[in-house]
């Protein structure tokens, strides 16, 4: 079997390339760990995947920038340089939309995207929720490789999985993920409410040393 070709690699591991898209990515890239930045950027590429898997077009279906800054700036809410008080998929949706509206961006669309980043973390919701919601999800599910759930993981073949992992490796995503959750769970106990998934992570950190996702992963298709 012949891998892709340069041209269609070149495609996959292509971002927008939009100023929305570019202000996006000057915004998380100094906020975010090498780690968190990349899982950030994958999950997009890998919820455009699924979009071509569920046959929805880009421009028609769903607004491949919206895509993009949803994707991206799923996991601001842990950036080094937010205020910490709320839990992370709220606060990360806040400053999400926020950075949109100053920029342009007409409020619906800033709506879509804070719900896509808000609920990227309740399965059963999500998938409730619209078109982007549905994709943002199950791209970042994506990147954990079936651990949070395995509906779309064969979206994304071997050759696929190697390009966008050479462009944009993992770097022991899953324990950075988690340490930078756990460490602004703690912070304030607004932001590790009961049974939401940073206050779990916090409490099984405190007690296990692990969260059973961390161990979950370690069988996972991609393995971190």
Request: aromatic share 6%.
């Amino acid at each position: 079997m012949t891998g892709p070709t340069r041209e269609a690699t070149a495609d996959l591991i292509t971002l927008p390339g939009t100023p929305l898209a570019d202000a996006v990515v000057d915004l998380i890239r100094p906020v975010e760990t090498p780690s968190v930045f990349n899982h950030s950027i994958r999950s997009y590429l890998f919820a455009r995947l699924v979009a071509g898997r569920l046959g929805l077009a880009v421009g028609h279906d769903y607004h491949d920038d919206l895509l993009f800054a949803a994707c991206a700036m799923h996991d601001l809410g842990v950036a080094s340089d937010g205020p910490h008080s709320q839990r992370f998929e709220v606060e990360g949706a806040d400053r999400a939309a926020a950075f949109l509206i100053d920029r342009g961006v007409p409020a619906a669309d800033a709506d879509q995207v804070w719900q896509a980043i808000a609920l990227h973390t309740s399965p059963g919701i999500a998938e409730r929720r619209g078109t982007l919601c549905v994709l943002v999800r199950e791209g970042v599910a994506l990147d954990f490789g079936g651990a949070l759930g395995a509906g779309h993981v064969e979206a994304v073949t071997d050759e696929q999985a190697d390009a966008v992992h050479a462009a944009y490796p993992r770097l022991d995503m899953i324990r950075s993920l988690t340490d930078a959750i756990v460490a602004q769970a703690a912070k304030n106990p607004a932001n590790a409410p009961r049974y939401a998934i940073p206050g779990e992570f916090l409490r099984e950190r405190e007690t296990f040393g692990r969260t059973r996702l961390e161990h979950a992963c370690r069988s996972s298709r991609w393995g971190n």
